[in-house]
């Protein structure tokens, strides 16, 4: 059964530094979502893509924050620079279209010192 | 108002019990309604959803929608140790298909 890929599984950095999560969504899904979850919260979307194009990231902190889907297949979120409360579960999601269900991949846990 | 409420529980029930859990939604024009379970240090999967046309029974668990009320429901009969998890409803929200997350409800069944 087709999976949405992530990595790495975990990450731990100092507030400041640089990082970069990545996701490859189930094949043929045109729809891929980044989340975060804070632990004892539901997720959050950060943003959403259709192929390459943004459809909404009026929750991602732009000023830190940035992800790009660039060949409309796999995403990079990257946080710079890192804060403490940036700690959380990082989720990338995917699915056929706009409509379709949304399938979950593994999670990046993301701990900032 | 948050959009989507859930009890953080945790709820506890002996094993084979039918265990009851809900969420209400603030916004009265959603159409798609999803319940997912996460395990502790796991992602969320989906287990059933349901449109505002009616309920849904799959197996051992049973969504069900009350609009008037705006509250989801998710019945798990035959409860297992192995159902213990965090339970997410989410709705979806405006353009784009966003979900929309209650922060979950614990369950725990008890052998």
């Known amino acids: 059964e087709a999976e949405v890929a992530q990595s790495p599984r975990y990450k731990i950095t100092e507030k400041s530094q640089a990082v970069a999560f990545w996701c490859d969504p189930i094949s043929g899904h045109a729809t891929l979502y980044w989340y975060r979850q804070i632990l004892g919260q539901g997720p959050e979307l950060l943003v959403q893509?259709?192929?390459?194009?943004?459809?909404?990231d009026s929750q991602l902190p732009k000023d830190r924050f940035s992800a790009e889907r660039l060949k409309g297949v796999d995403s990079t979120l990257k946080i710079q620079p890192a804060e403490l409360g940036d700690s959380a579960m990082y989720l990338c999601?995917?699915?056929?279209?706009?409509?379709?269900?949304?399938?979950f991949g593994p999670g990046t846990r993301l701990l900032v010192l | 108002q948050k959009e989507v409420e859930q009890n953080s529980g945790p709820l506890s029930v002996p094993e084979g019990a039918i265990a009851s859990l809900n969420c209400t939604y603030s916004?009265?024009?959603?159409?798609?309604f999803f319940w997912y379970r996460q395990y502790s240090g796991k992602s969320p999967e989906l287990i059933m959803f349901?449109?505002?046309?009616g309920d849904k029974e799959d197996g051992r668990f049973t969504a069900q929608l009350n609009k008037a009320s705006q509250y989801v429901s998710l019945l798990i009969r035959d409860s297992q140790p192995s159902d213990s998890a965090t339970y997410l409803c989410a709705v979806k929200a405006g353009y784009g298909n966003k979900l929309v997350f209650g922060a979950g409800t614990i369950l725990r069944v008890k052998s």
């Open positions: 349901i449109y505002s046309n």
């Open positions: 893509f259709q192929d390459e194009s943004v459809v909404d």
């Open positions: 999601a995917s699915s056929k279209d706009t409509g379709g269900t949304q399938y």
């Open positions: 916004d009265r024009g959603s159409q798609s």
